[in-house]
């Protein structure tokens, strides 16, 4: 296993910054300049060598990796670079510039005390100079205007010498394209080794991203970014539409997080109810009409027996009894099982009113769309504003107000007085009598 080290410490105190400033995040960013002009800074930050507690093999003697964590993938006006220099001398470097500097395509290996640059906007970069000293690494910025990138941390590693290790010992000795004075067998920055690396690179990645699945595929962890939109996927993958979600983040990974158990009840008055309230924050009521329907028996209960309280006449049938089936008298039913008291409520049957209290036209349409989108497909739904009224239980002083004492019935008075005492009748209740005060007759004030 490599070792490695972080270079900023979190606040960048050890860098030589020019051009460059550290914002409240903590990340390094281009100083602000005005107008349109083209910006650039270059932080120095050394690495020093590795302890000796951290080289752990005759491979991992010295950094031979550099990479840069970054906030946020870099804006299209912006650049960054990784520059690697290997010193002999304790003394600060200049920064990399045109007299003392190598490009990314410089021959190899790149000599003590002289920069070396690695590929544009590349976030890795493999240190080039096998020689012993001190590294030192030289994250340059670039962008035009007020765009900038954003470094969170720069990280160096031992590691060994790649990928091209790997491979049988005949495959990278001797090679026909070793510089005069260069090392027999190829150490990971030769050709062979720096293609294998950027192949050994990509694999890395694509390891990490499967590393990360289970980070990813939480609701709660996934990252939520225009650069990485995990959400807005995760909720395609549960048959959600991203253009309804919350806008808060908080409310955006629940929505997606509880949607499948949602989806369990979809359709039924919690389900309906749920959803209303999510998309427009409102508190609705759900009426079936059937639930208030009750069938007419000849069993002695006034709650279904009574004729003509409990009773009515349905609608006639406007067509010809026209049966469509052979029928035994007394022997054969008309209707399906299924559809059993269905000519008695089928006015009644399959049918829900959504009640919006005190809702505005805006608001009655938007609770409608809801509804007709997640009603059953057999359901006819109607959405209404209603009047808000006071119900049971209520409390007093909040949505009702004392009136008036009660008149009761005409010439109503107690049957016996001396069992009930002087009150008013008022249906089946009683209230005690009172005088004009609202007391209690024979208390005092």
């Known amino acids: 296993m490599s070792a490695f080290r972080w270079l900023s410490g979190g606040d960048w105190a050890a860098a030589r910054r020019t051009g460059v400033d550290v914002d409240d995040a903590g990340n ?18 050394p690495a020093d060598r590795p302890t000796p507690a951290q080289v752990d093999s005759a491979t991992a003697d010295r950094w031979r990796r550099v990479l840069v964590r970054i906030a946020e993938p870099p804006p299209t006006d912006c650049w960054l670079r990784i520059w690697t220099l290997v010193s002999s001398s304790a003394a600060d470097p200049t920064p990399p510039g045109p007299a003392d500097s190598d490009s990314d395509r410089a021959v190899l290996p790149t000599p003590a005390g002289r920069w070396r640059a690695a590929a544009l906007d590349s976030l890795d970069a493999r240190v080039l100079c096998p020689d012993e000293g001190l590294l030192w690494v030289a994250v340059e910025l670039g962008g035009v205007g007020s765009a900038t990138p954003r470094v969170v941390d720069v990280r160096v590693e031992t590691g060994d010498d ?4 790997a491979l049988p010992v005949a495959y990278r000795t001797d090679l026909p394209h070793r510089p ?3 090392a027999p067998s190829d150490s990971g920055d030769g050709i062979l080794g720096r293609y294998l690396g950027l192949l050994g690179g990509v694999l890395e990645q694509s390891s990490s991203i499967l590393a990360e699945l289970p980070a990813l595929l939480n609701p709660a962890a996934a990252p939520d970014r225009a650069d990485a939109p995990w959400i807005t996927r995760l909720a395609s993958w549960v048959a959600l539409d991203a253009a309804v979600l919350p806008a808060d983040e908080a409310s955006r990974r629940e929505t997606v997080g ?6 369990g009840r979809r359709g039924t008055r919690r389900g309906l109810l749920d959803q209303i309230h999510r998309e427009t924050g409102l508190a609705v009521e759900v009426v079936e009409p059937l639930q208030g329907a009750s069938v007419w028996r000849l069993d002695g209960r006034a709650a279904t027996g009574a004729l003509g309280l409990t009773t009515g006449l349905t609608a006639a049938d406007p067509g010809p009894p026209v049966l469509d089936r052979s029928a035994r ?6 209707i399906e099982p299924a559809e059993a008291g269905l000519p008695v409520h089928a006015r009644l049957a399959h049918r829900i009113c959504v009640h919006v209290p005190d809702g505005t036209p805006d608001q009655v349409a938007a609770v409608d769309r809801v509804v007709q989108r997640e009603r059953p497909a057999h359901v006819l739904a109607r959405t209404s504003a209603v009047t808000h009224h006071t119900r049971v239980p209520t409390e007093i002083g909040i949505d009702t107000l004392p009136g008036p004492d009660p008149r009761g019935l005409p010439a109503d008075s107690a049957a016996r007085n001396h069992v009930d005492g002087p009150g008013r009748r008022i249906g089946t209740a009683r209230l005690p009598a009172s005088d004009r005060t609202g007391a209690p007759t024979g208390e005092s004030q």
């Open 329 to 334: 008298l007394d022997a054969a039913m008309l």
């Open 258 to 263: 509880t949607a499948v158990e949602r989806h």
């Open 28 to 45: 390094l960013v281009l100083s602000p300049g005005g107008g349109p002009s083209t910006r650039r800074g270059v932080a120095l930050l």
């Open 162 to 165: 790649g990928p091209v290790t």
């Open 180 to 182: 005069p004075g260069g």
